[in-house]
């Protein structure tokens, strides 16, 4: 059985060992010590990174008893070497799985919901949630969460005497069998094999990033630590620059875009209103009875749409509406009255490297390789 340095003393960042068994394998080398202070991946957590000796720590593993690590090196057994743990990356998990304590704890607190899934990925923390949650519940619980980071209360880790953990209530995903390690944080008591923090105030922030609904409850988003001020100190950023842009103040953004949008719908309306007096002009201008092909400056794919489809249904004829766009010509294709112009679509765009397609009656996309006098050739030679 390996000692778990970790279990004691989560913020042990280097220690001497000895090398009981090195296996080489395709991965690398399976070491396993006397004693880790190396988390290994379970509960949610990562495992820990860093070095052995010379060696590389690649993964960490358990089978429950013996602690596994990957190194890219061997090391020889008997041999008394020094760990030293990437220190920044296992801050940040215990900044994480601290964090994710209190906001689970508060969660089930407050609402009854339980947490059903935790991962500490990259940039964020996983949580799902038994049932689902509004955003004012999400941000009352956020709320609290921080004023019992803020409050600075210590971290309690410890594994009960079987009669003291049979009268003690705390969650757990699923039913525990034998010595149960218990951790408290922030007014949670948590069964967990993880390593955390002293204090709650060194969690510093819990802020949710997201949240979506996920099966019978919801997935959210999470960052802790230097990762909730990197995101929060990214947003800001992101919304100064946004408010530079919509001459508003961060705070004001909401409306702004309100107007914005109300301005758009408006210029949309009166675009469509000028490309139909656009496409009633090309199609009393067009000849009946004949295709024809025409070119459109200025409008869009609607407004080629727009153009096409009246010049076929004034003349009875097939006609083909290009302008600038896409990946250089844009088009439209519309069919004669009961005709088929897909054919005629597909030989377009095996001609010039054109993407598009649509229904019998019309089509529409655009051309890589190909000008106005181009198309217009192989155009009156195949409507």
Known sequence: MTEKLYETD???QRFTATVLACTEGPDGCGVVLDRTAFFPEGGGQPWDTGRLGDARVLAVRTDGETITHTTDAPLPVGAVVEGVLDWPARLDAMQQHTGEHILSGTLHRLYGADNV???????????????PLTAEQLAAAEAQANAAVRADTPVHCYVPDAATLAATEYRSKKELEGPVRL????GDRCACCGTHLARTGEVG???IISAQHYKSGMRLAVACGQRAFDAVAGGWADAESAGRLLSAPVGRLTDAVARLQSGETQLKQRLAALQNVLADAYAAAAEPGRPCTVWAEGADGDGLRRVAMAIAARTQAACCALAPGGQGLAYALAAAPGGDIRPVCKALNEAFGGRGGGKPAFCQGSLADADEAQVRAFMNHNL
């Not at 899934?117 to 049932?131: A, E, K, L, N």
């Not at 951790?183 to 922030?186: D, L, S």
């Open 183 to 186: 951790v408290e944080a922030g």
């Open 10 to 12: 989560s913020y042990l």
């Open 117 to 131: 899934g935790f991962h500490i990925g990259s940039p964020f923390v996983r949580m799902d949630t038994s049932i």
């Open 205 to 207: 922030l819990i802020k």
